[in-house]
């Protein structure tokens, strides 16, 4: 059992930043990979960024790349996500999730999910 709480969201200006924390609360040592997700009003969820147990490989969307920024700090049990020169278009909830074994990309492959946090990018 994996329990995932987000914190960090909040209203930014666009060309801001903000870092969004997943706090990860599991009862046995298994590797998950970790991943964020966003949903806007009348969108699907979709993946921003993953991350495999050990840090080593990474994946993020054509939106994002080269502006946000995945990492874990697994003695914190913590995943960031640094989100830089944010756009009104990255307003969105954003989820972190969890997946047991390597990386992955489809929500569908993502077993546990926090409850989201809210980002708000002003124009």
């Known amino acids: 059992q994996v329990q995932l709480v987000e914190s960090g969201g909040g209203l930014v200006q666009a060309g801001g930043s903000l870092r969004l924390s997943c706090a990860v609360y599991r009862r046995t040592a298994s590797s998950y990979a970790m991943g964020w997700f966003r949903q806007a009003p009348g969108k699907e969820r979709e993946v921003v960024a993953a991350v495999t147990w050990d840090g080593g490989s990474t994946y993020y969307a054509d939106s994002v790349r080269g502006r946000f920024t995945i990492s874990r700090d697994n003695a914190k049990n913590t995943v960031y996500l640094q989100m830089r020169s944010l756009k009104p278009e990255d307003t969105a909830v954003y989820y972190c999730?969890?997946?047991?074994?390597?990386?992955?990309?489809?929500?569908?492959?993502?077993?546990?999910w926090g409850q989201g946090t809210q980002v708000t990018v002003s124009s």
């Open positions: 999730a969890a997946a047991p074994g390597g990386l992955r990309l489809s929500r569908y492959e993502y077993d546990y």
